[in-house]
């Protein structure tokens, strides 16, 4: 089903340090993950993808790990700067274009 | 990249008029456009599924009367809130895919924020 949070949970992270932010999702059967950045009053910006026959994708100083077993993705952002200060979603689809939401994380990178 | 752009980007309104909202595909086509609503603090919840020449797809509890979608080409879909209420005051953001890159992400326009008084 839809995830609708009542409270964003935060992560703070110093400067310089890796993140990570965790998702589970809901269904068993989606088969794409995505991660979103989302700046106030901004849309979603993509971040990176992976399929469900990958465990792992990396990208520029990002990289996501796929768990199957447990239904958990996580993203990793390496080298933390300011301007990764945003709202992180993961989203999950189902072999269609609907994409489900998770109900995100805030990421502040304290200097 | 592909660029998804929403008009207006921020609309305040008297309760019980009517507002319209655009969402184009600048640099791609289209055939189905995402249209979401998000709470401050909150996740993006689905509402409407737009498909071009045919009839939009609502989410469960998503009234199609209420929030009327019309998709008339490849590059644009329009949202128009109806009789809008303090209630439907919120963050409405539309996405949209390459119609030629089938596994490629939904890219999302930067969103409109309604407010009705």
């Known amino acids: 089903g839809e995830s609708v949070g009542l409270h964003l949970p935060t992560l703070s992270v110093q400067e310089g340090d890796n ?3 965790n998702c589970a ?4 059967a989606s088969d794409y993950f995505i991660w979103y950045k989302q700046e106030s009053g ?3 910006q993509f971040i990176i993808d992976i ?3 990958m465990d792992k994708r990396q990208g520029q100083r990002v990289t996501v790990l796929l768990n199957k077993t447990v239904k958990h993705l996580s993203l990793q952002i390496a080298a933390t700067q300011p301007g990764d200060s945003a709202v992180y979603f993961c989203a999950e689809s189902l072999g269609t274009y609907k994409y489900i939401f998770g109900t995100g994380t805030r990421l502040k990178v304290l200097a | 990249g592909a660029v998804v752009s929403q008009h207006p980007s921020w609309v305040i309104c008297k309760s019980g008029t009517s507002v319209k909202i655009e969402c184009r595909s ?3 086509q289209a055939t189905t456009m995402f249209w979401y609503r998000q709470f401050p603090k909150q996740s993006l919840m689905l509402m409407a599924t737009s498909n071009e020449g045919s009839k939009a797809t609502y989410e ?3 009234e199609k009367d209420k929030f009327l979608i019309n998709h008339a080409s490849l590059t644009l879909s329009t949202l128009t809130v109806t009789s809008a209420h303090p209630e439907d005051s ?3 953001i539309c996405s949209a895919r390459d119609r030629r890159r089938t596994n490629s992400p939904l890219h999302f326009g930067n969103g409109t924020r ?4």
């Not at chain 1, 999702?25 to 068993?28: F, I, W």
């Not at chain 2, 309604?114 to 008084?117: A, K």
Request: hydrophobic content about 30%; glycine content about 8%.
């Open chain 1, 19 to 21: 993140s990570i932010i």
């Open chain 1, 25 to 28: 999702y809901s269904n068993s």
């Open chain 1, 42 to 44: 901004k849309g979603p």
């Open chain 1, 51 to 53: 399929r469900s026959n």
């Open chain 2, 26 to 28: 600048l640099d791609f």
């Open chain 2, 60 to 62: 469960q509890g998503v």
């Open chain 2, 90 to 92: 919120s963050f409405y």
């Open chain 2, 114 to 117: 309604l407010t009705v008084t």
